[in-house]
Protein backbone atom coordinates (compact mmCIF):
# COMPACT_ATOMS: atom_id res chain seq x y z
CA UNK A 1 0.00 0.00 0.00
CA UNK A 2 1.33 3.39 -1.00
CA UNK A 3 2.08 5.93 1.68
CA UNK A 4 -0.74 7.95 0.39
CA UNK A 5 -3.30 5.60 0.49
CA UNK A 6 -2.35 4.88 4.35
CA UNK A 7 -2.31 8.98 4.90
CA UNK A 8 -5.83 8.86 3.28
CA UNK A 9 -7.08 5.93 5.29
CA UNK A 10 -5.88 7.61 8.28
CA UNK A 11 -8.00 10.74 7.81
CA UNK A 12 -11.07 8.69 6.91
CA UNK A 13 -10.86 7.32 10.56
CA UNK A 14 -9.82 10.87 11.76
CA UNK A 15 -12.97 12.19 10.23
CA UNK A 16 -15.27 9.31 11.55
CA UNK A 17 -13.93 10.20 15.13
CA UNK A 18 -15.56 14.01 14.75
CA UNK A 19 -19.14 12.29 14.10
CA UNK A 20 -21.45 11.31 16.64
CA UNK A 21 -22.24 7.70 15.02
CA UNK A 22 -18.29 7.20 14.72
CA UNK A 23 -17.40 8.01 18.08
CA UNK A 24 -20.14 6.60 19.65
CA UNK A 25 -18.98 3.26 20.54
CA UNK A 26 -15.84 4.66 21.63
CA UNK A 27 -17.61 7.08 23.91
CA UNK A 28 -19.21 4.18 25.76
CA UNK A 29 -16.23 2.62 26.51
CA UNK A 30 -14.73 6.31 27.99
CA UNK A 31 -18.71 6.11 30.18
CA UNK A 32 -17.03 2.66 31.28
CA UNK A 33 -14.17 3.75 32.19
CA UNK A 34 -14.89 7.12 33.58
CA UNK A 35 -16.20 5.63 36.75
CA UNK A 36 -12.85 4.88 37.86
CA UNK A 37 -12.93 8.41 39.91
CA UNK A 38 -9.01 7.60 40.94
CA UNK A 39 -7.83 6.85 37.87
CA UNK A 40 -3.81 7.33 37.02
CA UNK A 41 -2.27 9.72 34.75
CA UNK A 42 -2.72 8.16 31.32
CA UNK A 43 -0.63 10.08 28.39
CA UNK A 44 -1.07 9.51 24.91
CA UNK A 45 1.20 11.16 22.42
CA UNK A 46 2.84 11.10 18.97
CA UNK A 47 6.95 10.67 19.47
CA UNK A 48 7.67 14.47 18.48
CA UNK A 49 9.08 16.74 20.37
CA UNK A 50 5.78 18.38 20.60
CA UNK A 51 5.33 16.52 23.70
CA UNK A 52 8.10 16.63 25.76
CA UNK A 53 6.48 18.74 28.58
CA UNK A 54 4.03 15.28 29.09
CA UNK A 55 6.96 13.09 28.41
CA UNK A 56 9.56 15.28 31.16
CA UNK A 57 7.00 15.03 33.79
CA UNK A 58 6.84 11.50 33.63
CA UNK A 59 10.42 10.78 33.43
CA UNK A 60 11.69 13.12 36.04
CA UNK A 61 8.67 12.21 38.30
CA UNK A 62 7.17 15.26 38.27
CA UNK A 63 3.43 13.59 38.75
CA UNK A 64 4.63 11.53 41.31
CA UNK A 65 5.69 14.50 43.27
CA UNK A 66 2.53 15.92 42.92
CA UNK A 67 1.02 13.12 44.48
CA UNK A 68 -0.31 11.48 41.72
CA UNK A 69 0.27 8.32 40.02
CA UNK A 70 1.43 7.80 36.44
CA UNK A 71 1.48 5.22 33.67
CA UNK A 72 4.19 4.92 31.48
CA UNK A 73 3.14 7.21 28.53
CA UNK A 74 1.39 5.34 25.31
CA UNK A 75 3.47 6.17 22.32
CA UNK A 76 0.67 6.17 18.99
CA UNK A 77 1.58 6.50 15.44
CA UNK A 78 -0.86 8.76 13.73
CA UNK A 79 -3.36 11.68 15.11
CA UNK A 80 -6.01 9.26 14.60
CA UNK A 81 -4.98 6.47 17.10
CA UNK A 82 -4.27 9.45 19.64
CA UNK A 83 -7.96 10.81 19.16
CA UNK A 84 -9.29 7.22 19.49
CA UNK A 85 -7.46 6.34 22.86
CA UNK A 86 -8.54 9.87 23.84
CA UNK A 87 -12.01 9.13 23.41
CA UNK A 88 -12.27 5.98 24.62
CA UNK A 89 -10.68 6.69 27.82
CA UNK A 90 -7.49 4.47 27.22
CA UNK A 91 -5.77 7.55 28.16
CA UNK A 92 -6.81 10.76 30.10
CA UNK A 93 -4.29 13.58 29.21
CA UNK A 94 -2.68 14.16 25.08
CA UNK A 95 -1.25 16.45 23.24
CA UNK A 96 -3.15 17.53 20.00
CA UNK A 97 -2.78 20.10 17.19
CA UNK A 98 -4.30 23.60 18.67
CA UNK A 99 -6.22 23.83 15.08
CA UNK A 100 -7.62 20.03 15.42
CA UNK A 101 -8.66 20.84 19.12
CA UNK A 102 -11.02 23.27 17.54
CA UNK A 103 -12.51 20.82 15.44
CA UNK A 104 -12.87 18.84 17.91
CA UNK A 105 -14.55 21.36 20.00
CA UNK A 106 -17.04 22.86 17.38
CA UNK A 107 -17.08 20.94 14.35
CA UNK A 108 -17.79 17.48 16.97
CA UNK A 109 -18.77 18.63 20.58
CA UNK A 110 -16.60 17.10 21.81
CA UNK A 111 -16.72 17.33 25.89
CA UNK A 112 -12.88 18.08 26.04
CA UNK A 113 -10.82 21.11 26.69
CA UNK A 114 -7.47 22.97 25.67
CA UNK A 115 -5.57 23.52 29.63
CA UNK A 116 -2.33 24.17 28.04
CA UNK A 117 0.31 24.90 25.44
CA UNK A 118 2.60 22.55 25.09
CA UNK A 119 5.43 24.49 23.47
CA UNK A 120 5.80 27.32 20.85
CA UNK A 121 7.10 26.97 17.90
CA UNK A 122 9.17 23.68 17.17
CA UNK A 123 8.23 23.56 13.61
CA UNK A 124 9.68 23.82 10.20
CA UNK A 125 8.98 23.77 6.12
CA UNK A 126 11.65 21.12 5.02
CA UNK A 127 11.91 21.19 1.16
CA UNK A 128 14.82 18.84 -1.36
CA UNK A 129 18.16 20.54 -1.78
CA UNK A 130 17.23 21.60 -5.21
CA UNK A 131 14.01 23.95 -3.69
CA UNK A 132 15.24 27.65 -2.77
CA UNK A 133 12.45 29.54 -2.33
CA UNK A 134 8.46 29.00 -1.63
CA UNK A 135 7.80 30.23 -5.10
CA UNK A 136 9.76 27.15 -6.77
CA UNK A 137 7.03 25.14 -4.80
CA UNK A 138 4.82 25.70 -7.69
CA UNK A 139 3.47 22.79 -9.51
CA UNK A 140 4.73 20.37 -6.88
CA UNK A 141 3.14 18.61 -3.89
CA UNK A 142 4.04 19.37 -0.13
CA UNK A 143 3.14 16.83 2.62
CA UNK A 144 1.19 18.26 5.92
CA UNK A 145 0.64 16.38 9.15
CA UNK A 146 -3.25 17.32 9.12
CA UNK A 147 -5.82 19.83 7.22
CA UNK A 148 -6.41 20.68 11.05
CA UNK A 149 -2.76 22.09 11.94
CA UNK A 150 -0.73 25.09 12.69
CA UNK A 151 1.87 23.71 9.91
CA UNK A 152 -1.57 23.85 7.01
CA UNK A 153 -2.05 27.38 7.95
CA UNK A 154 1.25 28.86 7.92
CA UNK A 155 2.16 27.00 4.92
CA UNK A 156 -0.82 28.27 2.96
CA UNK A 157 0.04 32.00 4.23
CA UNK A 158 3.72 31.67 2.86
CA UNK A 159 1.99 30.58 -0.32
CA UNK A 160 -0.64 32.92 -0.53
CA UNK A 161 2.47 35.42 -0.68
CA UNK A 162 4.51 34.55 -3.09
CA UNK A 163 1.61 34.18 -4.99
CA UNK A 164 0.85 30.33 -4.95
CA UNK A 165 -2.72 28.59 -4.79
CA UNK A 166 -3.16 25.53 -2.74
CA UNK A 167 -4.73 22.59 -4.01
CA UNK A 168 -6.21 19.12 -2.98
CA UNK A 169 -5.50 17.01 -6.06
CA UNK A 170 -6.30 13.24 -5.82
CA UNK A 171 -5.01 13.02 -9.41
CA UNK A 172 -3.32 14.94 -12.02
CA UNK A 173 -0.10 17.70 -11.41
CA UNK A 174 -1.10 20.65 -10.11
CA UNK A 175 -0.76 23.90 -12.34
CA UNK A 176 2.23 25.95 -12.38
CA UNK A 177 0.91 28.61 -9.39
CA UNK A 178 -0.82 25.58 -7.33
CA UNK A 179 0.96 23.74 -4.95
CA UNK A 180 -0.99 20.19 -3.87
CA UNK A 181 -1.60 19.61 -0.42
CA UNK A 182 -1.37 16.04 0.86
CA UNK A 183 -2.08 14.62 4.49
CA UNK A 184 0.91 12.24 5.56
CA UNK A 185 1.96 10.99 8.64
CA UNK A 186 5.12 12.48 10.34
CA UNK A 187 7.53 9.81 9.96
CA UNK A 188 6.42 9.17 6.88
CA UNK A 189 7.16 12.25 5.39
CA UNK A 190 10.96 11.86 5.46
CA UNK A 191 11.49 8.70 3.49
CA UNK A 192 8.66 10.29 0.95
CA UNK A 193 11.17 13.56 0.59
CA UNK A 194 14.05 10.71 0.19
CA UNK A 195 12.41 9.51 -3.06
CA UNK A 196 10.86 12.44 -4.68
CA UNK A 197 7.12 11.62 -3.58
CA UNK A 198 7.03 15.01 -2.48
CA UNK A 199 8.71 18.20 -2.86
CA UNK A 200 8.43 19.15 0.83
CA UNK A 201 6.98 18.68 4.07
CA UNK A 202 6.30 21.13 7.14
CA UNK A 203 5.86 19.37 9.87
CA UNK A 204 7.14 19.38 14.09
CA UNK A 205 10.56 18.46 15.01
CA UNK A 206 12.62 16.22 14.64
CA UNK A 207 11.81 15.48 11.70
CA UNK A 208 12.87 18.72 9.86
CA UNK A 209 16.18 17.91 11.95
CA UNK A 210 16.17 13.95 10.28
CA UNK A 211 16.37 15.52 7.36
CA UNK A 212 18.84 17.53 7.81
CA UNK A 213 21.28 15.32 9.73
CA UNK A 214 20.57 12.78 6.74
CA UNK A 215 21.06 15.41 3.78
CA UNK A 216 17.92 14.67 2.31
CA UNK A 217 16.80 18.02 2.77
CA UNK A 218 17.04 21.59 3.82
CA UNK A 219 15.10 23.83 5.98
CA UNK A 220 13.22 26.53 4.08
CA UNK A 221 11.70 28.58 6.64
CA UNK A 222 10.68 27.77 10.36
CA UNK A 223 6.98 28.46 11.27
CA UNK A 224 8.19 30.48 14.38
CA UNK A 225 9.52 32.76 12.39
CA UNK A 226 6.03 33.07 10.11
CA UNK A 227 4.03 33.77 13.43
CA UNK A 228 5.81 34.80 16.46
CA UNK A 229 6.00 32.33 19.46
CA UNK A 230 3.15 30.59 17.93
CA UNK A 231 1.77 27.53 19.72
CA UNK A 232 1.74 24.24 17.56
CA UNK A 233 0.10 21.54 20.15
CA UNK A 234 -2.02 21.62 22.69
CA UNK A 235 -2.71 20.11 26.52
CA UNK A 236 -5.95 18.10 25.72
CA UNK A 237 -8.32 17.04 28.89
CA UNK A 238 -11.46 15.51 29.29
CA UNK A 239 -14.34 18.00 30.66
CA UNK A 240 -15.48 15.37 33.19
CA UNK A 241 -12.30 15.21 35.08
CA UNK A 242 -11.83 19.25 34.76
CA UNK A 243 -15.50 19.45 36.66
CA UNK A 244 -15.09 16.29 38.86
CA UNK A 245 -11.62 15.79 39.52
CA UNK A 246 -10.40 19.55 39.72
CA UNK A 247 -7.55 19.09 42.47
CA UNK A 248 -6.41 15.91 40.15
CA UNK A 249 -6.44 18.07 37.24
CA UNK A 250 -4.54 21.03 38.97
CA UNK A 251 -1.81 18.24 39.95
CA UNK A 252 -1.99 17.51 36.25
CA UNK A 253 -1.10 20.58 35.09
CA UNK A 254 1.14 21.68 37.69
CA UNK A 255 3.96 19.05 37.22
CA UNK A 256 3.57 19.46 33.13
CA UNK A 257 4.34 23.29 33.98
CA UNK A 258 7.35 22.18 36.45
CA UNK A 259 8.39 19.63 33.32
CA UNK A 260 8.59 22.95 31.15
CA UNK A 261 10.61 25.03 33.60
CA UNK A 262 13.30 21.90 34.12
CA UNK A 263 13.25 21.67 29.91
CA UNK A 264 14.03 24.98 29.50
CA UNK A 265 17.18 25.12 31.64
CA UNK A 266 18.18 21.20 30.62
CA UNK A 267 17.83 21.05 26.75
CA UNK A 268 20.97 18.85 26.55
CA UNK A 269 19.00 16.69 29.21
CA UNK A 270 16.05 16.92 27.80
CA UNK A 271 17.32 15.61 24.40
CA UNK A 272 19.16 12.94 26.12
CA UNK A 273 15.73 11.84 28.24
CA UNK A 274 13.54 11.84 25.12
CA UNK A 275 16.31 9.83 22.81
CA UNK A 276 16.17 5.83 21.89
CA UNK A 277 19.30 5.26 24.21
CA UNK A 278 17.10 6.39 27.16
CA UNK A 279 15.59 3.43 29.32
CA UNK A 280 12.25 4.93 28.73
CA UNK A 281 12.79 4.92 25.07
CA UNK A 282 10.22 7.53 24.83
CA UNK A 283 11.24 8.37 21.13
CA UNK A 284 12.95 6.45 18.27
CA UNK A 285 15.06 9.22 17.26
CA UNK A 286 18.93 9.54 18.42
CA UNK A 287 20.25 12.17 21.17
CA UNK A 288 22.26 13.73 18.08
CA UNK A 289 18.84 14.54 16.23
CA UNK A 290 17.16 15.74 19.36
CA UNK A 291 19.91 18.27 20.65
CA UNK A 292 19.66 20.00 16.93
CA UNK A 293 16.34 20.33 18.16
CA UNK A 294 16.29 21.30 21.51
CA UNK A 295 19.82 22.60 21.60
CA UNK A 296 21.20 23.62 18.33
CA UNK A 297 24.52 25.13 17.72
CA UNK A 298 24.97 29.05 17.42
CA UNK A 299 26.29 27.91 14.11
CA UNK A 300 23.13 26.62 13.06
CA UNK A 301 21.69 30.02 13.48
CA UNK A 302 24.14 31.55 11.61
CA UNK A 303 23.44 29.39 8.74
CA UNK A 304 19.57 30.03 9.09
CA UNK A 305 19.53 33.63 8.49
CA UNK A 306 22.08 33.20 5.64
CA UNK A 307 20.01 30.90 4.09
CA UNK A 308 16.63 32.69 4.85
CA UNK A 309 15.34 30.11 6.94
CA UNK A 310 15.10 33.24 9.88
CA UNK A 311 13.97 36.45 8.30
CA UNK A 312 12.67 37.73 11.52
CA UNK A 313 16.21 37.68 13.86
CA UNK A 314 14.80 40.34 16.21
CA UNK A 315 12.36 38.02 17.05
CA UNK A 316 14.83 35.79 18.71
CA UNK A 317 12.78 32.87 18.56
CA UNK A 318 13.96 29.15 19.95
CA UNK A 319 14.22 26.63 17.27
CA UNK A 320 11.28 25.15 20.03
CA UNK A 321 10.50 26.54 23.06
CA UNK A 322 8.27 26.25 26.34
CA UNK A 323 5.49 27.98 28.24
CA UNK A 324 2.36 26.94 29.09
CA UNK A 325 -0.08 29.63 29.40
CA UNK A 326 -3.00 29.79 26.21
CA UNK A 327 -3.16 33.15 25.09
CA UNK A 328 -6.62 34.10 23.86
CA UNK A 329 -5.48 35.98 21.16
CA UNK A 330 -3.43 33.29 19.49
CA UNK A 331 -6.71 31.21 19.58
CA UNK A 332 -8.86 33.88 18.05
CA UNK A 333 -6.38 34.69 15.36
CA UNK A 334 -6.41 30.88 14.99
CA UNK A 335 -10.14 30.79 13.59
CA UNK A 336 -9.45 33.50 11.86
CA UNK A 337 -7.18 31.88 9.58
CA UNK A 338 -8.94 28.77 9.60
CA UNK A 339 -11.55 30.47 7.80
CA UNK A 340 -8.95 31.55 5.01
CA UNK A 341 -7.34 28.19 4.93
CA UNK A 342 -7.49 25.31 2.48
CA UNK A 343 -9.27 22.31 4.32
CA UNK A 344 -10.71 19.21 2.80
CA UNK A 345 -13.83 18.01 4.80
CA UNK A 346 -17.05 19.46 6.01
CA UNK A 347 -15.73 22.94 7.46
CA UNK A 348 -18.63 24.67 7.59
CA UNK A 349 -18.72 25.23 11.04
CA UNK A 350 -15.97 27.49 11.22
CA UNK A 351 -18.12 29.87 8.84
CA UNK A 352 -20.36 30.89 12.12
CA UNK A 353 -17.42 30.54 14.81
CA UNK A 354 -16.99 33.80 16.46
CA UNK A 355 -12.94 34.26 17.00
CA UNK A 356 -14.08 35.43 20.81
CA UNK A 357 -16.50 33.21 21.69
CA UNK A 358 -14.48 30.12 20.30
CA UNK A 359 -11.45 31.55 22.81
CA UNK A 360 -13.72 31.27 25.54
CA UNK A 361 -15.16 27.87 25.26
CA UNK A 362 -12.52 26.11 23.86
CA UNK A 363 -9.97 26.59 26.71
CA UNK A 364 -9.94 26.37 30.49
CA UNK A 365 -7.21 28.11 31.53
CA UNK A 366 -8.13 28.19 35.52
CA UNK A 367 -5.58 25.35 36.31
CA UNK A 368 -2.78 26.80 34.14
CA UNK A 369 -2.99 29.93 35.65
CA UNK A 370 -2.78 28.73 39.07
CA UNK A 371 0.12 26.52 38.34
CA UNK A 372 2.39 29.32 36.37
CA UNK A 373 1.68 31.80 39.25
CA UNK A 374 3.07 28.99 41.74
CA UNK A 375 6.12 28.58 39.37
CA UNK A 376 7.05 32.40 39.64
CA UNK A 377 4.44 33.62 37.32
CA UNK A 378 5.14 34.84 33.19
CA UNK A 379 8.76 35.67 33.81
CA UNK A 380 9.96 32.27 34.70
CA UNK A 381 9.28 31.83 31.08
CA UNK A 382 11.20 35.24 30.22
CA UNK A 383 7.56 36.62 29.40
CA UNK A 384 5.78 40.30 30.32
CA UNK A 385 3.97 39.59 32.72
CA UNK A 386 0.60 39.28 31.42
CA UNK A 387 -1.85 37.06 30.31
CA UNK A 388 -2.94 38.96 26.89
CA UNK A 389 -0.16 39.35 23.98
CA UNK A 390 -0.54 40.84 20.54
CA UNK A 391 0.07 38.00 17.65
CA UNK A 392 2.53 39.15 15.24
CA UNK A 393 2.31 37.24 11.59
CA UNK A 394 5.32 38.22 9.10
CA UNK A 395 5.47 35.94 5.95
Not at 95 to 121: D, E
Not at 143 to 160: G, K, T
Not at 237 to 259: F, G, N, T, Y
Request: with cysteine.
Amino acid sequence: MSIDAVSRREIMKLAALFTASGALPLLRSYEARAQETDAPVRIGYLPITDATPLLVAHGRGYFEAEGLSAEKPVMLRSWAQVLEAFISGQVNVVHLLSPMTVWARFGSKAAAKVVAWNHTCGSGLSVGPQINSVKELGGKTVAIPFWYSIHNVVLQILLRENGLTAVSKRTGDPAAKEVNLIVMAPADMVPALATGQIAGYIVAEPFNATAETLGIGKILRFTGDVWKDHACCVVFMHERDLQQRPEWSQKVISAMVKAQLWTRENRLETASLLSKENVNRYTPHTVAVLEKVLAPPEADHAAYLKSGAIRNASWRERRIDFQPYPYPSYTEELVRRLKDTLIEGNGTFLDALDPATAARELVDDRFVKAAVTAAGGMAAFGLPESFTRTEVIVA
